[in-house]
């Protein structure tokens, strides 16, 4: 069976610190993989996906980056954080094959703190 | 612009009694909806998924319908139990195979 792992569960970081939030996935090859923030109270919001190695959309503007170095992994990274950036963020993959549902499996999620 | 609204309000109910959550759409012409369960601090789980010629999915005590022309889903828990509070988001496909958020209703099941 399929599952996904991110860590940390929680982080508290200084305004302008680096970031590095890290997803992996097993039992599945070739998912789409998706960065969402939820901020408190507030909707899910799509910050990236990507459907393969290397191959990454955005799709907000931002300080955020990510990156796919291998095919079940995904990273969201930030050079500097702003105190915007605190939230719970949550990675999630989706089948791979077009014509397939985009239903999604979400990890644990990270909450994070920026101060 | 597309837009997704679920009840911000929390619906209160008593166990036992029939839960109904609402999602309205517009400007969405979804090829399926979908329904995700939030407990607090976790990340959203799925529960069912409705297509745009269906007009209703049952799962156990879940019942989903799907009003194309109403633009329109309901999501019934059925004789709901105080394990059934959580938030429920409702979530629809912009034919991007990139599911939209709505922002989700809480519930609260009172014993």
């Known amino acids: 069976s399929q599952t996904i792992h991110q860590w940390p569960a929680t982080l508290v970081q200084p305004v302008g610190s680096p970031l590095s939030l890290e997803c992996t996935v097993e039992?599945?090859?070739?998912?789409?993989l998706y960065w969402y923030r939820q901020a408190a109270g507030r909707g899910l919001q799509l910050l990236f996906y990507?459907?393969?190695?290397?191959?990454i959309s955005s799709e907000v503007p931002q300080n955020l980056s990510a990156s796919r170095p291998q095919d079940r992994q995904f990273i969201l990274s930030s050079k500097k954080l702003l105190l915007s950036d605190s939230g719970f963020y949550l990675c999630?993959?989706?089948?791979?094959?077009?014509?397939?549902?985009?239903?999604?499996?979400f990890g644990p999620g990270t909450r994070l703190t920026v101060l | 612009s597309q837009k997704i609204e679920q009840n911000s309000e929390a619906l209160n109910i008593q166990e036992g009694k029939t839960a109904t959550l609402t999602c309205n759409y517009t400007?969405?012409?979804?090829?399926?909806l979908q329904w995700y369960r939030q407990d607090p601090g976790r990340g959203p789980v799925f529960l069912l998924l409705?297509?745009?010629?269906?007009k209703e999915k049952r799962k156990e005590r879940l019942k989903v319908t799907f009003d194309t022309t109403l633009k329109q889903s309901l999501f019934h828990i059925t004789a709901s139990q105080p394990a059934d509070s959580a938030t429920y988001l409702c979530?629809?496909?912009?034919?991007?195979?990139?599911?939209?958020f709505g922002r989700g209703t809480s519930l609260i099941v009172h014993p």
């Open positions: 999630a993959w989706s089948g791979p094959a077009r014509g397939s549902t985009d239903t999604q499996y």
């Open positions: 409705i297509r745009e010629n269906e």
């Open positions: 039992g599945t090859s070739n998912p789409n």
């Open positions: 990507s459907v393969g190695i290397g191959q």
């Open positions: 979530a629809l496909d912009g034919g991007s195979y990139i599911p939209t």
């Open positions: 400007n969405y012409s979804p090829a399926y």
